[in-house]
């Protein structure tokens, strides 16, 4: 089976003019024939994510109009405008909603479901995306819309802007996309205003963003991320809060948005495989966005200087937001108008510089946690996730039921780079159920085809082994299809387990279920709403690659190590004298020096070729 949602990488979509000016002839041709006589331009089957829908395809037709003056346009502009003024504008509280400080204040807003009490709680994003269809259509509207009817429009997105940020509390859902979207409303809004008011709104939306996003920012690998549902990151919301940063800073000039935008961006890009997949978040799993990435990634791509368009995105969702029979739908469509308008072409090759939390070469790459434990492993165009034993996960060797992967103290890392090699060194203090404290040191060498992982541990009690992933996904062509096994050796004997009890709690690769299907299962709240990366953590047992210590490693240590891509010889030997290991393969030669062996206490590495 192939997962839904990840498919083409977003670089691969052509962004030239012409294409843009495709998008937008199909974009009219279908609104042309949806149009109602009442002026509605919302898709037949739209139910949720509806208020601001129809005022999106109408900015899409004014920028078509911009740049083509096609001669149909005017009068629909016009007419699909009057509707959402007239019937999609809401003055009176919705019954419900809980997030009102400020009760009957008329001033207007979205709803997110049009019956009144119907889901109240998506009201303030609804109203945040209504008011950037508005500030676009205000940006496009010169020359096409008469006005009495622009000041009508203005005069609603101000309020728009008043209730977002003086009638309910800002940001109720802990969201940062919805979050900074308002911030680019308000930054949008003050252009449109006088000047004394437009200041005001300016450096409201400034503040806004300093206290009550960036104020609260949240550490992962590194990097402090704008919060998203409670969590650091997602990976279909966390390129959509970079889109958002792109826009602001396009629009302010800001420089703090230009430099949360680079941070977020290298967090994206060292967590990204070179295949473009990535699982994690605390809303959607597996759930990928499309043209609502594309201006960030591309924005931030070239400011980083990385190929951050090889996210795989939802490609049905390339240009614009579409229902299951693939007819066009206006949300988000100010994501599509700030692409067209933005020039920025993708920067479509890898960074040279280390980043401590990834490795990458070639076809190989390998994504770290914040405890420099693998979150992702590719080679060979297979994904591998961190396995689980006993409620622990990670990747690391296992003794007595414990894996030893979480850190007692400084985790230290080494990059090498030599003879056509990347190398990373991993050194990290682990305590077990002994007490005993040890030292795991893991090396990680690639030559872009084939990934070599070697673990080195003082001896262990019992009879260890390395937990060395769950293989999970591989490409097949634009699409990545689920798997349970990957090209894999091992220097002692490897063994591909699979959970010996049922239920949602143990994870069988063989099996249909999915990864974020079954993180929502173990999350506490309901699908949409749970946090599935939570929820994951619940995971007793899953399918695990194995493998048994190396013959011939010293007698003082266990040595694990196992090579992931193409098969064939793997018989690594390995000479331990006290100050350093050495490591030999079909491949290199890697001496790790002890810690103590630098006069900082860093792990030393040398690597050459064979």
């Not at 995306?129 to 009508?152: F, I, K, P, T, Y």
């Not at 003086?166 to 979050?179: I, S, V």
């Not at 063994?495 to 299962?521: M, S």
Request: proline share 6%; charged share 25%; glycine share 10%.
């Amino acid at each position: 089976m192939h997962l839904p949602r990840q498919l083409g990488p977003l670089h691969d979509l052509p962004d030239s003019p012409e294409a843009y000016d495709a998008v937008l002839a199909d974009v009219t041709g279908q609104a042309l024939a949806r149009l109602t006589p009442e002026g509605n331009l919302e898709h037949p089957d739209c139910v949720d994510d509806i208020g601001d829908t129809s005022l999106g395809i109408t900015s899409l037709l004014a920028l078509a109009w911009q740049r083509g003056k096609d001669p149909r346009l005017p009068e629909a502009v016009n007419r699909s405008l009057a509707f959402h003024l007239r019937e999609r504008v809401y003055t009176e509280d919705n019954p419900g909603y809980p997030n009102l400080k400020v009760r009957d204040s008329g001033l207007p807003y979205a709803r997110y479901v049009l019956e009144a009490g119907a889901h109240p709680i998506g009201d303030w994003p609804s109203t945040v995306w209504a008011l950037l269809q508005a500030v676009n259509l205000l940006d496009l509207a010169e020359g096409l819309v008469e006005d009495g009817q622009r000041a009508e429009l203005l005069e609603v997105a101000h309020g728009y802007w008043r209730w977002l940020t003086e009638a309910t509390f800002f940001n109720p859902q802990e969201a940062g996309n919805q979050a900074i979207g308002c911030v680019v409303g308000g930054l949008m809004l003050a252009r449109h205003l006088p000047p004394e008011e437009g200041e005001s709104v300016r450096s409201r939306a400034l503040g806004l963003y300093a206290e009550k996003i960036r104020a609260h920012r949240v550490a992962d690998r590194g990097a402090l991320l704008p919060p998203e549902h409670g969590g650091a990151y997602d990976n279909n919301y966390g390129p959509i809060s970079l889109s958002f940063l792109a826009q602001a800073h396009r629009i302010s000039g800001e420089e703090i948005f230009a430099e949360d935008g680079d941070a977020l961006a290298r967090y994206i890009d060292a967590r990204l495989t070179t295949g473009g997949f990535d699982n994690g978040g605390p809303r959607y799993s597996e759930q990928h966005s499309g043209f609502e990435s594309v201006l960030g990634l591309r924005y931030f791509s070239a400011r980083i200087g990385s190929d951050l368009g090889r996210y795989r995105g939802d490609t049905r969702w390339g240009r614009h937001a579409v229902k299951a029979d693939g007819g066009v739908d206006g949300h988000f469509a100010w994501m599509l108008v700030w692409q067209i308008q933005d020039a920025t072409r993708w920067h479509r090759t890898p960074s040279t510089t280390p980043a401590r939390h990834q490795l990458r070469a070639g076809t190989v790459s390998v994504a770290f946690d914040s405890r420099m434990t693998p979150s992702l492993v590719e080679a060979a165009g297979t994904y591998y996730l961190p396995a689980a034993v006993n409620r622990q996960h990670g990747f690391g060797p296992v003794t007595d039921g414990l894996l030893y992967c979480r850190p007692m103290g400084e985790v230290r890392v080494r990059d090498v780079r030599a003879d056509g090699l990347t190398a990373k060194l991993v050194t990290k203090p682990v305590v077990g159920r002994d007490h005993v404290l040890r030292h795991v040191r893991s090396l990680y060498v690639t030559d872009g085809t084939s990934l070599w992982t070697t673990v080195a541990v003082e001896r262990l009690p019992g009879t260890p082994y390395l937990l060395a992933g769950l293989p999970y996904a591989t490409d097949d062509g634009d699409r990545v299809r689920r798997t349970g096994e990957g090209l894999v050796t091992s220097a002692g004997e490897l063994r591909l387990t699979h959970p010996g009890a049922d239920g949602v709690d143990h994870f069988d690769a063989r099996a249909e279920r999915t990864q974020e299907e079954a993180a929502f299962a173990l999350a506490a709240d309901p699908r949409g709403y749970g946090n599935p990366d939570e929820g994951w953590r619940h995971l007793v047992g899953s399918t695990a690659l194995e493998a048994e210590p190396a013959p011939g490693a010293p007698e003082d240590l266990h040595v694990f190590a196992v090579r992931y891509g193409p098969t064939g010889a793997f018989a690594p030997s390995f000479a331990h004298d006290g100050a350093a290991l050495t490591v030999r393969t079909e491949a290199f030669t890697a001496v790790i020096g002890e810690a103590a062996g630098d006069a900082h206490g860093e792990p030393e590495l040398t690597l050459r070729a064979v």
